[in-house]
């Protein structure tokens, strides 16, 4: 079935509900859901809705400019997005494998509505990774300076028509030039529990304070380390016995669900970005 999802947000006021979904009724779409929340404390109104468009009498163009015209008057924020066009992705990695493996099995499985044309990396390590799985593998050190290093990831990405960008365990710092220009489409995986032990060697430093749970978190990049928009999050009970290597293999597999989850999130379009949150609509099932 081909969808279109919109997603919506907009200062609260009564009949916003009722003025979107009359939109589409007096169109003849059968809504398949319909998901709002209201933040009493920001008095914000969120929605999320999803509409069966394969006998759509008309084009996708003018659909969307027609809604523009009624959101344009109610002072709408609003994106349509449409479930038969695949996501491209650019995954950017450094030396550690675990959360590249879990995405690209996860991508050739076909839980992830996505495709991964290529891979870029700061070190050579994980080419074999891009081998087996027959997606082309650029390496680009560091060395070459770091403006010339991310104006080439530029060009592949414009190359490629990249929509998002993911950061596996990529252990290098962007610029915030690069944040800008792809702001709210760079996911990175933190492994800690923000806003918890920001920056490098979280595992350490969770050990030195004796932790009784470790996590990690999945979040939009910002120039600010470590404090964009969180999708997802989770944790895992630990306790004395393990090392600051142990945690981190414990740690693992709390990373690869993490951003997992957040991937999955942003390429089923459930999340809408207000200041430095995120609403995150549930699943339906």
């Given amino acids: 079935m081909t969808k279109a999802i919109f997603l919506i947000q907009s200062p609260d006021s009564k009949g916003i509900l009722a003025s979107v979904t009359g939109f589409f009724s007096q169109r003849s779409f059968n809504i398949l859901h319909c ?21 759509m009498q008309t084009t996708r163009k003018e659909l969307e400019d027609d809604f523009g015209k009624m959101a344009d008057e109610l002072g709408l924020e609003w994106s349509c997005h449409w479930s038969d066009y695949k996501t491209r992705i ?59 290093q991310e104006n080439r990831i530029r060009a592949l990405l414009k190359r490629f028509d990249i929509d998002l960008v993911i950061l596996a365990r990529y252990m290098q710092i962007l610029t915030s030039d690069f944040i800008e220009e792809w702001r709210g489409k760079i996911i990175n995986i933190h492994h800690a529990f923000l806003p918890a032990f920001q920056g490098a060697n979280p595992y350490k430093r969770a050990y030195e304070r004796g932790v009784k749970m470790i996590g990690a978190t999945a979040h939009y990049a910002s120039e600010d380390l470590d404090q964009g928009p969180i999708i997802e999050q989770d944790v895992i009970r630990v306790n004395h016995e393990l090392t600051p290597k142990g945690l981190k293999e414990v740690g693992k597999d709390c990373e690869k669900r993490v951003l997992a989850s957040a991937v999955k999130a942003h390429l089923e379009h459930r999340v809408i970005i207000y200041k430095n949150r995120t609403i995150v609509f549930a699943v339906e099932r």
């Fill in 90 to 148: 650019a995954i950017l990695v450094s030396k550690e494998g675990h959360c590249l493996y879990d995405i690209l099995a996860r991508q050739l499985e076909g839980e992830l509505n996505a495709e991964i044309p290529l891979i870029i990396s700061n070190h050579p390590d994980l080419e074999r990774a891009a081998n087996q799985f027959r997606i082309p593998f650029y390496f680009f050190p560091i060395t070459e300076g770091k403006e010339e």
């Fill in 35 to 55: 998901q709002q929340h209201t933040d009493s404390f920001e008095k914000r109104f969120f929605m999320r809705i999803e509409l069966d468009v394969a006998d």
